[in-house]
C-alpha cells in the first residue's frame, strides 16, 4: 500500500497535479497551444480582429455622400443581376439546341428529351442556363414517361418563370429605397401606378381613376402578406404570393369576361368594388357610416357585428374610408382565408382575450334570433348552435376557441357565417334543401349594384 502511494504521488508530481479551477483552465490552453503551434504563434492576437465584419449600418440621414454611395452600389449591382438574364434570343436559341437533341419516338405531338441528352445540352449552353441542366431539375420536371424522359416544352416554361420571377425581384428592388428587401405602402404604390400603361385589359380606366385603382390593387397585397399591419412586405413574399401573376396577366387582351370579373386587379373588378363603395355613401362625402355600411351586399349583417368593425377598425370620426373598407371587402369575399379568418376573429373577440367562449358566441347569435323575428321565422335554440360550433372546430380546449382552431378545423367560414350575418346563416340551416329560397329573409334586402363610370371619382378621395 505505501508503494502505491509513493507511485501515485510521483505521477501527480511530474503532472503538476491541479487542485483549483484557474490551474485547470491555464493547462488546457498550453495544451491546445502545444497541439496546435499556429494558434500559440496568433496568441496574443485579439479575435475581434480576425473576425469579418457582417453588419454594416444604413448611412446616416445627414451623410449624403455615404446615401449616395450606397445608392450607387445598389443600382450597379441590380445592373449586374439583369445582365445574367436570359434575352428574347438567348431563349430562342435555347430551344433550338433543345430541339436538336430530342429523345425519340415524338408522343402525341410532344418533343421529350432524356437525361443523357438533357445533360448534354447542359454543357453546351452558356454560364447562364447552366444553373438549371442539374439532376433536381430534371427530377422535378420528370412525369411518368417510360422512357425516363421530360418535356421540353416544360421545361423551357419552368427556365422562363424563373427568369421572370428574377427580372421581377429586380424591378421590385428599384422601388426599395431602404434596400433591405421590402416595400413600403408607398413603394408599392409607385410599381402599380407605374405598371397600370402596360397592362391593356386596364386601358378602359380614366386616369382620374389611377389613384383609386393603384389603391385597390395595393390593399390586396397588404391585408394577405401583412397581417401584422407593420406597413410593409417583403418582396420575396410578393413574388411567392402569386398576386403578381394576377396582375401581370392583364397584359393578355384575349382574357374572357369571366376571368376578368374574378380577378381582383381586374378593371372589370377595381370598378365593381368602388362602385359599391359609391352606392353605400348616401351623403357622398367620401365616407361610410354605420348606417350606409348595414347595406352592404344582401343587407343582413348584424347590428352587433357592425359595431364591433367600428370599434377595431380604423375610422375618422366614427365613419370609414376607402382603405377600411377595402379590408373589410377582402375579409368578407374570402372568409375560408386565414388572412380574413384573422380580421373577423379580432372583431368576434370581444375583449381581446385571444380566444372565442360561449359568451362571445351567445352575444353575436343573439343579433341573429332578433332578425330571424323581425322576418317572422322562428328563433333557433342558441345551445344547439353553441353545440354545433363546437362539434365542427373541436378546439384544443374544450371551451375556448383560438384562432389556430378556427384556421386547423376547416370550418372558419362556417362559423363567421352562423355569427354575422342572417343571409348566410339562413344559407347553412337549409342546406340541404333549396339552394335559393326566394322566402328568405334577406328577400326585401337592397343591393348595391350598379357601377359608376370610371370618370365618376370626383367627390371621393382617399385617406
Known sequence: MDLMKQKLTKYLDKKH?????QSLVAAD???????????????????????????????????LMQQRLREEARALFLQKKNRELLSNDELENLRALLEQHITRPIVADEILIDYKNFRKVGSLVGDKCKQFFTPSVFAKLYESDPDGRISINQFLGYVTKKFWLHQTRIGLSLYDGAGLGYLKESD????????????????ILEKS???????????KFFFFLDPLRTGKVKITEILASGFLDQLIELRDEELSKDHLETNWFSAQSALRVYGQYLNLDED???????????????????????D????????????????????????LENRSEPQALQYLFRILDIKQKGHLNPFDINYFFRAIQKQLKKFGH????????????????????????TLLDLINSGHGETVTNILIDLNSFWSHENREGLVVEPTSPSASAHEAENEPSANDTSDHSTK
Open 17 to 21: 497535479y491541479i487542485r483549483d479551477e
Open 29 to 63: 490552453v498550453a495544451e491546445f497551444l502545444r497541439l496546435y503551434p499556429k494558434a500559440a504563434e496568433n496568441k496574443q492576437a485579439h479575435n475581434y480582429h480576425q473576425i469579418p465584419r457582417f453588419f454594416s449600418p444604413l448611412p446616416r440621414d445627414d451623410d
Open 188 to 203: 408599392l404604390e409607385n410599381y402599380i401606378f407605374e405598371l397600370i400603361p402596360t397592362l391593356p385589359q386596364l386601358e
Open 209 to 219: 381613376f389611377y389613384s383609386f385603382y393603384v389603391c385597390t390593387a395595393v390593399r
Open 284 to 306: 357622398h362625402n367620401g365616407m361610410l357610416s354605420k348606417q350606409e355600411l348595414s347595406r352592404y351586399g344582401s343587407g343582413t349583417l348584424t347590428d352587433v357585428f357592425l
Open 308 to 331: 364591433r368593425v367600428f370599434q377595431e377598425c380604423v375610422t375618422y370620426s366614427g365613419e370609414m374610408d376607402y382603405k377600411s373598407y377595402l379590408d373589410f371587402v377582402l375579409a
Open 378 to 401: 322562428e328563433p333557433v335554440n342558441l345551445r344547439d348552435i353553441q353545440d354545433e360550433i363546437y362539434d365542427m372546430v373541436k378546439p384544443a380546449d374544450p371551451l375556448n376557441i
